[in-house]
């Protein structure tokens, strides 16, 4: 009766929907990748044996390597996404623009971090593999620069939305709650990338941040991407 229970009780039917998708195993894969990062940092800097970092080091590594294959032709989603969002008649001109550079952005981070995981799997050495990787960064950081500045620019416009309700109005006080749940998204993405952005900006060099903020930060914007996912499979 109690194994009975445990099988057929909603969660795990809610999490076996989870694990089937794609980027639900992602963000899993990505949260232990970047936490690894972090805790091999702080192990080194606290002065641990290597016997004690390498197994977060290997995490770090062959999850990074696992993830870098299932996003292998995810590129053209991207490209296909900038097509679409640059051929709409609909969409404010400002988020399209940004919603036309985020996607060109990380279809072409997709495409140079394509190429690369044939050098990092060892299957065929690239001379460019380190020049082709910092592009691919280069890239990501764009892509996730206009998102954010999407992201600034919708706060502005939810905030212009919520000084022109009136809040004596039955309609008006549903349309502020409207107002402020997509207020709340916004702000949960902004922070994801954010967070996301000290990851190519440090391997650029744009910023100065080490791999235990690095981890830490990838570590926030994963589980934000876990819960995220977590509540679009309910």
């Not at 970047?34 to 805790?39: E, I, K, Q, T």
């Not at 394509?114 to 990787?133: F, N």
């Not at 709650?177 to 998204?185: G, T």
Request: include cysteine.
């Amino acid at each position: 009766m109690v194994a009975d229970a445990l099988i057929y009780h909603p969660s795990v039917a809610h999490y076996l929907r989870y694990v089937a998708t794609t980027v639900g195993r992602d963000k899993l894969l990505r949260t232990l990748q970047y936490f690894s990062r972090f805790y091999a940092w702080y192990l080194f800097r606290t002065n641990h044996p290597s016997s004690q970092i390498a197994p977060f080091d290997a995490i770090k590594k062959q999850f990074g390597l696992s993830r870098k294959l299932m996003r292998v032709g995810k590129n053209i989603e991207h490209f296909k996404a900038a097509a679409q969002a640059a051929d709409s008649k609909t969409m404010d001109p400002v988020l399209k623009y940004c919603a036309v550079g985020r996607q060109l952005g990380y279809g072409m981070y997709l495409s140079f971090d394509t190429v690369t995981y044939l050098d990092a799997a060892g299957i065929r050495p690239i001379s460019s593999a380190k020049r082709l990787q910092q592009e691919a960064y280069r890239a990501w950081f764009f892509g996730i620069f206009f998102n954010t500045v999407a992201g600034v620019y919708t706060l502005y416009q939810l905030r212009q939305r919520a000084l022109s309700i009136d809040r004596k109005d039955g309609e008006g006080v549903v349309e502020l709650k409207k107002v402020e749940r997509e207020r709340n998204a916004t702000n949960v993405q902004l922070i994801s990338d954010l967070c996301d952005l000290t990851v190519p900006a440090a391997a650029l060099g744009y910023a100065n941040l080490d791999d235990g903020f690095v981890g830490l930060a990838g570590t926030v914007s994963s589980l934000i991407g876990v819960w995220s996912q977590w509540k679009k499979t309910a």
